[in-house]
């Protein structure tokens, strides 16, 4: 169990701390496409009698690379990218593990997860890609956000947008061999992208949707594994569907909070702080002002009219119009 919570610590960490980068370039199906070639690398270790944990690190990040050059050169797009990722990899994994007669029970512990079994060995593994993950992310995080949301405007500024995305591929490519003990390669999409997800109803700027959608990762990777451990008295519950449903529920409980949030921002004192520009005084008032006048709202002195942005402004007192 010590294993168990520590895995599920630093998976919480850095499934979302990546998740963020590709939910911004608007890729978020990536953890899936690269989950499903990461089966092929766990067949092969299976078979081989290699680490599957490293070979299928070693098999997701060549898939990763291999599929942003590919994208990057524009011979296919974005979609079509995943979904080799998708029905290649998969394939392949349950055709090599066919051939190496390898037990259906060993290859479920990898595709479903299986946290409570995790040796050693693999919690330290898994503590130095996580960490590792988790520093760059973090440390990168301008130039990341800088290469994700405008590529163009990278350039321009002179970062090499080739080696951050390639990067990027590369870091969610780790995460997912890092939680697929945790959630398996089926589902690690979702410890990934839904936090984030969860986190921009809540937030508004770029460094707190990442540090919110962290925390959100931990508190449904260990409350998953605490929930799923103490029904585990009464039933057999795997730990990581339930990761994955708690942080649905988080979800779901904060997508009306944002919308009552967004709500209230609306509805906020349009006026901005500071002294209003000056007005030519005049005695004539020849518009209507109204809600849907589209003018910005103006301060006035008792009993004086204005002109603003060529209309004159009738002034009733020390008060404001709403436009």
């Not at 590792?132 to 990278?154: H, M, N, R, Y």
């Not at 779901?252 to 906020?268: E, F, K, S, T, Y």
Request: hydrophobic share 50%; net charge neutral.
């Amino acid at each position: 169990m010590q294993r168990a919570l520590i895995a599920a610590l630093l998976t919480g960490l850095a499934a979302p701390a990546i998740g963020t980068f590709l939910v911004q370039r608007r890729l978020a199906l990536m953890g899936d496409g690269i989950g499903h070639v990461a089966v092929t690398g766990v067949a092969l270790g299976l078979a081989t009698g290699a680490s599957p944990l490293w070979m299928a690190v070693l098999v997701a990040v060549v898939g990763a690379v291999l599929i942003e050059v590919i994208r990057e050169r524009g011979q296919t797009n974005g979609d079509v990218a995943l979904a080799l990722l998708f029905y290649g990899g998969l394939a392949g994994g349950i055709f090599i593990s066919g051939l190496s007669g390898a037990s259906g029970a060993a290859l479920n512990r990898y595709l479903f997860g299986s946290l409570t079994t995790i040796s050693p060995q693999d919690v330290l593994v898994t503590m130095v890609l996580a960490i590792a993950v988790v520093g760059l992310c973090v440390g990168l995080a301008p130039q990341l956000f800088a290469v994700a949301q405008d590529q163009e405007f990278a350039r321009v500024a002179g970062l090499r947008v080739r080696f951050y995305n390639v990067l990027v591929a590369v870091l969610a490519a780790v995460s997912v061999t890092v939680a697929m003990r945790t959630v398996g390669l089926l589902l690690v999409s979702a410890l990934m992208v839904v936090p984030v997800a969860t986190s921009q109803q809540l937030t508004r700027s770029f460094r707190t949707t990442l540090a919110a959608a962290m925390g959100l990762g931990v508190l449904a990777s260990v409350g998953g594994l605490v929930v799923a451990t103490l029904a585990s008295y009464r039933a057999t519950v795997a730990p990581g569907p339930t990761i994955v449903l708690l942080a649905l529920g988080c979800y779901v409980i904060a997508w009306p909070i944002g919308g009552w949030l967004r709500h209230r921002a609306r509805l906020r004192e349009p006026f901005a702080e500071g002294q209003p520009d000056l007005h030519e005084r005049t005695g004539e008032h020849p518009h209507d002002h109204g809600p849907g006048c589209g003018h910005l709202a103006v301060p006035h002195d008792d009993h004086v009219d204005y002109v603003h942005d060529g209309h004159r402004h009738a002034a009733h007192g020390a008060h404001y119009d709403e436009h």
